[in-house]
DNA sequence: TTCCTATGACGAACGCTGTTCGTTCTACGA
DNA sequence: TCGTAGAACGAACAGCGTTCGTCATAGGAA
């Protein structure tokens, strides 16, 4: 291809015909250049206000004054962009240095800090599932958890197997949670409104189809966020260390 | 608005001007009515083969040769289909009349005979988080469950509590599961390449950085999908009894 | 300095999505 | 026989992820 001659007295300038596309139209100035840091930005900024599904391609672009289509300059695809914006929340997380005297509330402080940091960014955590961290923050967030369990002196299998069941129940305490906020952000309100309806529902259980449930409402409906998410921790860990026993006893430890 | 009339000799047929369109244009027979279940039936038969992403109401339409509108007259939107989706799963959950004596093994068999139901409709379980059942199958299944808990004698905080943990880990366990396995049949060989590149990336970890990660790499790539269930499940009935005992020793129940 | 090339920016397009609208057709009750 | 309720349905709307081809620029090579 070759470039437009300079305009002589011998050979004038050639008008461009008016259905050629002009060679320098009218175009907005270059703007800073994209980073991935800055797309990551973006994308946590809209995850974090309007939740995971409303992030797109296009919505990212428009916060940062481009194309959807120039986002792929930086990061592969979606998946990927989704993959940065998990590391990056995962750096969010940190987890002392282990002392075998506290490892137990160590843990459970350690779980609390993850179900609230996937929490604030709404259903974030949604993404998490099925994921096995590779990302260089989510592998530093499994390192800090091992070793608070490492702490504890329990077998490895104990250690290993737990530490995956823990962090699924984190992140999917996380989500049904940021769920909940999400709505209730989205549409104020909401959570009186859906508690009130699902508590007068299960009121009007016919108690001879559902005689357990009906017995049991009171239970049923009682405790907030906190308190079920530290029950579920208690469970989990009393039953760690039961199970840790039950090998030892086994004489399988 | 008047029909037209028939054609005499004092008034021939009017023609119909080109542009207005035809009254009785060719228009494929009626075909028989569509019914809730058979969209339904449509509906997971997709997310059998194809899962809960290939799910669209274009999709379930083309399977029953007619078009999205006409779903909206059997069913209120997407939602609501899924929520008869998951309800007629939820049908397939059956659990056993309680036994005070085995309500353990009972409890156990059952959670894996519902994450087997929810992996067996592939990533269907994802729809599962964040409700709270309401619908008839659903309600069953919990009281079912609840039951079976009931008859182990423990305080109903802890039954109520342990159930949602339980169903909350049955899900969670029955997705990551159920992706796998979606992934695996729409790309024959992913599992296997998918967790060779995973174990080769581990092993390849600086043992520097990842000091606790690395000394237990054996114990944590151990084991398939049901070792690992079955542990969590182990786990978390060890801590419910655990649990139990603590409250009865503290004089709380 | 001048040219070439690699790279990023970007508009347009493709084939999807959930949902709504207005229209048409059919079956049933009066 | 008529009127009406309700289902069926095509078209449309705004949005989606991604790809393509084109363009402008920056940096290295000559």
């Known amino acids: 291809m070759r470039a437009e001659p300079p305009p002589t007295a011998d050979q004038p300038e050639v008008p461009t015909p008016g259905w050629r ?45 481009t ?21 990056r929340v995962s750096g969010e997380m940190s987890f002392p240095e282990p002392d075998p005297e506290h490892w137990g509330d160590q843990m459970q402080d350690g779980m609390r800090q993850v179900r609230d940091i996937y929490a604030r960014h709404r259903d974030l955590a949604k993404a998490n599932f099925g994921r096995i961290p590779t990302t260089p923050h989510s592998l530093e967030a499994m390192e800090g958890m091992l070793a608070i369990l490492k702490a504890g002196g329990l077998p490895d299998k104990v250690i290993a197997w737990s530490a995956d069941l823990i962090a699924l129940y984190a992140t999917s305490a996380a989500y049904e949670m940021g769920l909940r906020e ?72």
Chains 1, 2 share one sequence.
């Open 67 to 87: 194309g959807a289509a120039s986002l792929y300059a930086h990061v592969a695809n979606k998946e990927d962009l989704i993959e940065l914006v998990l590391d």
């Open 21 to 65: 596309t002009p060679r320098k139209a009218a175009r907005p100035p270059r703007r800073a250049p994209l980073t991935v840091d800055a797309i990551v930005d973006a994308a946590l900024e809209i995850v974090d206000t309007e939740g995971l599904d409303a992030l797109s391609m296009r919505r990212v672009a428009q916060k940062l004054d």
């Open 182 to 253: 999400l709505r209730e952000e989205q549409d104020p309100g909401w959570t009186e409104r859906y508690f009130g309806q699902i508590g007068a529902f299960f009121a009007s259980l016919p108690k001879e189809r559902f005689p357990v449930s009906v017995s049991m409402l009171d239970a049923l409906t009682q405790g907030d966020d906190n308190d079920r998410f530290g029950f579920g921790l208690d469970v989990i860990m009393l039953g760690m260390q039961a199970y840790a026993d039950r090998m030892r006893a086994n004489g399988e430890a």
